[in-house]
């Protein structure tokens, strides 16, 4: 390794050649994946009124958003045909959420992966908003691992 290198890892170079290497928790955070954040769950709303595990979750995640604290949650929503659609919700920092959305169980609707970056979140009448986003593109992030949902 170069001078440069080590500087860049936080390395300090000791007398006779010894390398000491200080690593602290916010060097590991910074590459940490959204799937890694904080989770405040998972529900799935089968074309049902609203429970308090789903209002529990979308409290989590809005309270997450409004302090900027990493979180995570998902929510899946049936449509009128019975097809479950998982939302991934990552709240990043203050105005700053991935939204991924899998839509490859709809059988009318687009059939992939959709991505957006969102400024805001918000609920009402039990489901989660969305403001302020715009499409980031199309396709399941390579660290996204996908629930599972049984019928």
Known sequence: MTFATLARLGAVLVAGGTVLVLLDASSASSRATPASY???????NKNTPVTSGQRRVNSCIIVAAREG????AVAVLTTVEGDPIPT????????????????????????????????????????LGFGGC?????GKPSWLVPIRLRS
């Open 38 to 44: 904080p989770s405040c769950g998972t529900y799935w």
């Open 69 to 72: 604290r990493r979180a995570r």
């Open 88 to 127: 991934y919700v990552y709240v990043r920092a203050t105005g700053d959420l991935l939204v991924v959305t899998d839509s490859t169980r709809d059988k009318f609707g687009s059939g992939g992966w959709d991505r957006s970056r969102c400024r805001t979140l918000g609920a009402e009448g039990g489901r």
């Open 134 to 138: 715009r499409a980031l593109g199309t």
